[in-house]
């Protein structure tokens, strides 16, 4: 069963999907308002705040800058094997520091030509916030593509204290 719920957040509502299991919900999307390619709710779906109750308080922990990683169970099966490998990537880039793409790249074995198809994969991260996507960037330094726009990307870097304040 899939099952929904919104949580407040400074970047704006966030809309967390997720598959009911034995254990924890395994969530399977956690959306921006208005980031490119956001779940949407769907007939069938079923609002359960409850479930989510522990998503939600590591949120607000890691919002308040009190959190520097989450312990969240994951849906399985979503995205192809590529992009598992990158999202596996993104998972070990720690609070508080970035990477560039040719870096992921490089950790999964693919650099050159990878590059793009790395950024690509990035860019389907279903969980942004929780896999830190975010923490990717140019390999000049610059801010690069993220799906809930790079004002959110810069707010959370600041937040993980991986920009300076200008």
């Known amino acids: 069963m899939t099952m929904y719920a919104t949580v407040d957040s400074p970047l ?4 967390l999907v997720g598959e009911e299991t034995p254990g ?36 607000r922990e890691y919002f308040a800058g009190r959190l520097t990683s989450f312990d969240i169970v994951y849906a399985d099966g979503v995205g192809t094997d590529f992009q598992r490998r990158v999202w596996t990537a993104l998972d070990a880039v720690p609070y508080g520091e970035t990477v560039s793409y040719g870096q992921i790249a490089e950790r999964i074995g693919t650099p050159g030509a990878g590059v793009r198809a790395v950024g690509t994969a990035i860019g389907r991260n279903p969980l942004l916030v929780v896999r830190p996507c975010h923490r990717v960037i140019g390999s000049d330094g610059a801010l690069r593509g993220y799906a809930g726009g790079l004002e959110r990307k810069e707010r959370l870097l600041r937040l993980e204290g991986a920009l300076a304040v200008r």
Do not use: I, N, T, Y
């Open 12 to 15: 704006g509502e966030l809309l």
């Open 24 to 59: 924890p919900v395994a969530l399977a999307s956690l959306s921006l308002p208005g980031q490119k390619g956001a779940a949407v709710v769907r007939d069938g779906w079923v609002r359960a705040p409850e479930a989510f109750a522990g998503v939600a308080a590591q949120l």
